[in-house]
């Protein structure tokens, strides 16, 4: 893979990359698109380049294929900062997109490649989405259960304007595709890049204690930053995530963690 050809997998909202400066990866959550995760942080976007990952099955890709093995797809994303060169890249993920940045770190760390930080945003570790997948195949499938859950959040108002009614339907297609390469077996291997977990306390899908669920998947450092407000808190303090990523980036880049 070519850095161009890299490049073009990644959304870049405020300008191209530009390289030797501190870089923060992210990967949204199931079933949305690029835009829909980056926009409360784009005016917040500090001194470091802001990427976000163009998921296939959006219809945002020049090759949109369908995302049929998470791992596949790690994979795939970790090649791409690889060939595009980052130095010691911050990687996070919003909700699943979280469990996604974690594969990715692992096959960055597979190539060589230091990661600087992976930063899992109101996601889910590993073993919950184990417990997750157990209960979808038991109660009629991962497609059932999506479609179920999505539409519980819709009727109980816990979805935002922009995702709710009519518009739930148009991202049913990918919340389920999301959901159920999820669910599917893959390795959880721990990693040595730093981890720093964003928790809110409200958040009723997170049901391991939240300090505590990310710190057995790292080797290196960990440290856990717990919020007031439920699963979207950051849409409506986008500033909190700003400052992490804005940190964490500067001191990965600089060597210091």
Known sequence: MSAREALAKWWFPIEDYRGKRPSVWLLGGAGVEQAWTANPLIPLIGNYDFAVWRMPGRGVRKDDPEPTSMRAVGRELAESIAAIGAVRPVVAG?????????????????????????????STC???????????????????????????????????????????????RPYIVDLTTGFRAWSHTTITTPITDISASDDARLRITHAKR?????????DSIITTGGHLFYRDHPEIVSRVLDRESDIAYSGGF
């Open 94 to 122: 919003l909700s699943s997109g979280g469990l996604l940045a974690f594969i990715a770190t692992q096959e960055l760390e597979k190539l060589g490649v230091e990661v600087g930080r992976f930063i899992p945003i109101v």
């Open 126 to 172: 590993p073993n919950e989405w184990r417990v997750g997948a157990a209960y979808a195949w038991m109660t009629g499938g991962p497609t059932r259960y999506a479609k179920r859950r999505l539409a519980a959040a819709d009727k109980a108002g816990k979805l935002p304007p922009e995702l709710s009614g009519p518009n739930r339907q148009a991202m049913l």
């Open 214 to 222: 990310w710190r057995r998947y790292t080797r290196g450092d960990f």
